[in-house]
């Protein structure tokens, strides 16, 4: 009996499902540092912050444990010398020391271990501001919706233009796409931070609130200094620069040269001489140090830029919208006023938790070129964190509206109901 072609596609289909239904379910691989992996799980259990997230990832990250592994250590071994002890995290003072002798396999495991424990800290930055951007974005579109509803009654009433009205519909939509994009992008974050750490998805995390970033950077100097015994880069060129004997530097200056060169002879007498590889030295130095340099002046450049909105833009924005209430009260502006004043503070704020989040992600690169941990002010020199949410608007009470309709005294006005009136 021969079936019907248009039959053929629901027996694949079928079969394929029970293929699928027959898959093995493959668990968990068991781990060889239980010890780990328990204080891990613990951990996680709580908030982390970037010092954490450090920790987190030499310990649970398949790349970390496998170069552990070619050093000749574990987890277990990190963990028992106190990786998760409640001190100041310094990558390179856990792995390694000033005094470290270090050969081209070994630097190459230690500059691994360092690459994943700053890229678990960026990660967090990451995924700390995303998270906290949210709530400003819900409170953004709310604004914007109140602002749609008193569009729509002001052009049932035939006291707004289409074209105004479209324009209020059109940022609404915006304010609607932002919060979708920023809800998104604090999921793909999430992501990236458990990538980071090792964790399968699905994983649950709790961040720490994002701090004020250091308000001032070490000096150059200073900064040279400790890259010079940190950066691994750098001492491997130092150590190559040292190598190179005195005769052979001194034999270009003892020996005459004419022009054009292409015409004579090597003055060196051969091709192959250790005077390139000091050269070669000395460039990878002055690249090292070219970089250090920038990336200071970058962080400097993300601090000033989170200063003047800390400091000047935002408070000067909440007194905007303080005295806007005032106003709105006292019948001397009205409600599109009002909106317009919450919604600037609530972008000043948004402002503030991207620019303290590109500031500690200059800081973190700038601590990646020395190799370690930098010093930062006390905690009485530091700045505090980012401003909370707008706080509800408190009237001042009135018995006549702006446009003449009786009002009631009120205890408190928010932008949504003041759409309303």
Not at 44 to 60: K, N, T, Y
Not at 348 to 367: G, N, T, V
Request: glycine letters at 4%.
């Amino acid at each position: 009996m021969k079936l019907p072609l248009l039959a053929l596609p629901w027996l694949w289909a079928a079969g394929g499902a029970c293929v699928l239904a027959a898959a093995p379910d493959y668990p968990p691989l068991a781990r060889f540092d239980a010890a780990a992996q328990a204080a891990v799980q613990a951990r996680l259990q709580q908030p982390i912050d970037a010092e954490r997230a450090a920790q987190l990832a030499l310990l649970q990250h398949p790349s970390a444990r496998l170069a552990l592994l070619e050093l000749g250590s574990t987890p277990n071994a990190l963990l028992a010398a106190g990786l998760l002890d409640p001190t100041r995290f310094d990558a390179w003072q856990v792995l390694a020391s000033a005094n470290t002798r270090l050969d081209s396999g070994r630097s190459s495991q230690l500059v691994e271990l360092q690459v994943i424990a700053h890229t678990a800290q960026q990660a967090w930055v990451e995924a700390a501001a995303a998270q906290a951007l949210l709530p400003l974005l819900d409170q953004a579109q709310t604004a914007h919706q109140a602002q749609v509803e008193l569009a729509r009654s002001r052009r049932a009433a035939g006291t707004l233009a289409r074209l105004d009205e479209a324009e209020t519909n059109a940022e609404a939509a915006e304010a609607e796409l932002a919060v979708q994009d920023g809800h998104a992008a604090a999921q793909i974050a999430l992501s990236h931070l458990r990538q980071a750490l090792g964790l399968p998805l699905g994983s649950a995390l709790q961040l720490s609130p994002l701090t004020a970033p250091p308000r001032a950077a070490p000096e150059l100097a200073s900064l040279l200094a400790q890259a010079r015994l940190q950066n691994h880069a750098l001492r491997q060129a130092l150590d190559e620069a040292r190598r190179v004997p005195d005769s052979e530097q001194n034999a270009l200056q003892q020996r005459p040269l004419s022009l054009p060169l292409l015409d004579g002879r090597n003055a060196l007498g051969h091709r192959d001489n250790q005077l390139a590889a000091r050269l070669k030295a000395e460039r990878s130095i002055l690249q090292a140090e070219a970089e250090l340099s920038e990336r200071r002046s970058r962080y400097l450049q993300a601090l000033q830029r989170w200063q003047l909105l800390q400091d000047r833009i935002l408070p000067e924005r909440r007194t905007a919208r303080s005295e806007m209430l005032k106003h709105y009260n006292g019948m001397l502006r009205g409600v599109d006023a009002l909106l317009e004043s919450s919604q600037a503070e609530l972008a000043a704020q948004q402002q503030l938790i991207e620019a303290q989040r590109d500031a500690w992600l200059a800081w973190l690169a700038l601590e990646q070129s020395v190799g370690g941990r930098l010093p930062v002010p006390a905690p009485t020199d530091a700045a505090p964190g980012p401003a909370p949410n707008p706080a509800p608007m408190q009237p001042m009470p009135h018995t006549m509206h702006r446009h003449g309709h009786p009002q009631p005294p009120a205890d408190k006005v928010e932008p949504a109901q003041a759409a309303h009136h």
